[in-house]
């Protein structure tokens, strides 16, 4: 775009749209200008970007109080402190070209630059996030969502996106391309975090949306008579193009409005040549302002974050938590299946949790052996479905006490070194055979010693 010339224009001492690394020329009267400025002969010329503006000054050098030149290098490290924050979800490759076509010529430029510190600091923010960006973590308004929470929390992740999106759009006003996403949020992800702060942005926009319609249908006579006109000029080969072209475009339309019907979108979109669809727009968008404006944000943000913190339970395994979490977001969304599905799915997890809990460790009867039982190992599958609930096993029956077993003779000392140094008891026997044959012993004994004396005595 040529700049356009304002010479005579006089600008105030600091306007918002200066850049930081502007040169400044005071004069002697007071009057201060920053812009670039350039000296040639005896006076300074002075551009002072204002948007898309840019005024042109000339003063004398004799009028000058004080010229302030900026120099190059610090210029050019202003120019690159627009690098950080950086934007949201930049990939690698965004964060290496950069680094490559921005950060490091300047480095290579100003080696001993004193704005170096600045540009290295610049210069570790965007490798930092660059290996954060390589290890799967994404950068989404403004804050940084590790990989691990991508994978429990994507049902946010998703409408943060369109939230990111439906800003985008009201930027480049796009107002009803705004609402659309607006419309997949509250249709998709009503119990997301990004669902209240997509509400209340898209209420200051509906005025815009409103307007942007009245627009359309006040063009909307002249657009078919130009494009009737259009036609009839065209060659018979090209007429019939375009007609074939004009045909897929409405057969498109057609398919997306009644993509948005199915969806129940209060506001579906228009075609710019057919009056009957922006008045059928402008109707729904009227009612649609005020049931927005009826929304109970505060509300929806606490029931939202209770929806969001039992996603989180459910990927640390804290059933229990994450079933009060969903019950509490269940309540206040009591239309949305998802948010039911996951207040049912999750109760079931945490009674399963429960049930075998008790089942790992059952009470022992005096007497009886416990019963090993391994446990479920996830209550709540990949695949969202809760497991059916397992019978209770019956209780084991208590057996009778066994008598106590006689304890055991203690064997014999022996000073021989035993093959098994464990040896089994000695079964407990009757005295009552040693004591007969040590008695019949002895009178065998006393037979012969009486014997034998009396053989002696008759030889005496």
């Known amino acids: 775009m040529k700049p356009i010339r304002f010479p005579h224009l006089l600008l105030i001492s600091s306007l918002a749209a200066l850049p930081a690394s502007a040169d400044t020329v005071k004069l002697k009267n007071g009057k201060v200008y920053e812009g670039t400025a350039t000296e040639r002969g005896d006076v300074i010329d002075i551009e002072i970007p204002m948007g898309k503006i840019i005024d042109h000054q000339t003063v004398k050098k004799s009028d000058v109080a004080e010229f302030i030149k900026t ?19 930049l990939t690698a ?14 480095l290579k430029k100003y080696p ?25 973590d994404v950068k989404l308004d403004g804050q940084w969502l590790p990989a691990a929470e991508l994978k429990w929390n994507d049902y946010n992740v998703k409408a943060l996106r369109l939230l990111l999106q ?21 249709s998709n992800h009503v119990a997301s975090t ?79 040549y057919d009056l009957n669809s922006i008045k059928e727009s402008i109707s729904g968008t009227e009612k649609e302002i005020t049931r927005i404006a009826a929304l109970d944000l505060p509300k929806i943000t606490a029931a939202n974050n209770k929806f969001q913190a ?9 059933f229990q938590s994450a079933k009060s979490n969903f019950e509490e977001a269940a309540k206040f969304h009591q239309n949305d299946d998802f948010v039911k599905k996951m207040a049912a799915d999750s109760k079931l997890a945490a009674e399963n949790a429960a049930r075998n809990a008790s089942s790992a ?17 996830n209550p709540l599958p990949s695949s969202g479905a809760v497991p059916a609930a397992p019978a209770t096993p019956p209780a084991p ?39 007969l044959g040590g008695g019949a012993g002895l009178l065998f004994l006393v037979a012969i010693l009486a014997k034998f004396l009396g053989k002696k005595k008759s030889e005496d």
Request: no cysteine; charged share 30%; proline share 11%.
């Open 166 to 186: 439906l800003r985008s759009q009201l930027k480049a006003k796009k107002p009803m391309d705004a609402y659309q996403s607006f419309a997949r949020i509250e």
């Open 93 to 106: 490759a965004d964060y290496e070209k950069t680094l490559k076509d921005k950060i490091e010529p300047f």
């Open 361 to 377: 460790s059952p009470t022992t009867i005096p007497g009886t052996p416990a019963t090993a039982v391994t446990p479920t190992a």
């Open 112 to 136: 001993v630059s004193k704005f170096r510190p600045k540009v290295d600091a610049i210069a570790k923010t965007l490798r930092d996030e660059l290996a954060k960006t390589k290890a799967g």
């Open 310 to 318: 039992g996603l989180k339970d459910l990927s640390e395994k804290a």
């Open 194 to 272: 990004a669902y209240p702060k997509a509400a209340a942005e898209i209420a200051k926009a509906m005025k815009d949306l409103v307007a942007s319609l009245n627009a359309a249908a006040a063009e909307q006579p002249a657009k078919e008579a130009e494009r009737a006109a259009t036609l009839k000029s065209l060659t018979p080969d090209k007429q019939s193009s375009v007609e074939a072209a004009i045909a897929a475009e409405i057969a498109a339309f057609k398919a997306k409005v009644e993509d948005e019907k199915t969806r129940k979108v209060p506001v579906t979109s228009f075609y710019p």
């Open 71 to 89: 120099l190059p290098d610090e210029k050019e490290s202003a120019e690159l402190a627009s690098l950080v924050p950086t934007a949201d979800g």
């Open 397 to 435: 029956k208590p057996e009778a006490t066994p008598k106590p077993a006689p304890a055991p003779a203690t064997p014999a000392p022996s000073n021989l070194a035993d093959a098994n140094p464990v040896s089994e008891p000695e079964p407990e026997s009757s005295n009552l055979p040693l004591f």
